[in-house]
């Protein structure tokens, strides 16, 4: 069993940045493919930045890339996510997950199986 927990998020003014952090405890993070995903209230969850097993190979939207940077430290166990350049659309919950696959797969929810609790961050502008 998976657990993640979520850190890092906050209020911040616009064109700041924030660090957030995933901390994952059991299970197989080493070997699995992991995720940030964010959301508003009344919108679905939608993917913002995605990396494979050995952090070789990411993805990250359209919306946020050239601005976010995805990473992740296998011996710590931790994903992280830096954000830069905040905008005022960049503010939802945002949450980690984890997938079954070592690749990255689609950029959809139903394909990650563990979850954070999410953490919220909001940019003022």
């Known amino acids: 069993q998976v657990q993640l927990a979520e850190s890092g998020g906050g209020l911040v003014q616009a064109g700041g940045s924030l660090r957030l952090s995933c901390a994952a405890s059991g299970g197989t993070f080493s070997r699995s493919v992991v995720g940030w995903f964010r959301q508003v209230p009344g919108k679905k969850r939608e993917l913002v930045c995605t990396i494979n097993w050995s952090g070789a190979s990411s993805y990250c939207s359209n919306s946020v890339r050239g601005r976010f940077m995805i990473s992740r430290d296998n011996a710590k166990t931790t994903l992280y996510l830096q954000m830069n350049s905040l905008k005022s659309e960049d503010t939802a919950i945002y949450y980690c997950?984890?997938?079954?696959?070592?690749?990255?797969?689609?950029?959809?929810?139903?394909?990650?199986?563990?979850w954070g609790q999410g953490t919220q961050v909001t940019i003022s502008s």
């Open positions: 997950a984890k997938g079954p696959a070592s690749v990255i797969p689609g950029p959809y929810d139903y394909d990650y199986d563990y």
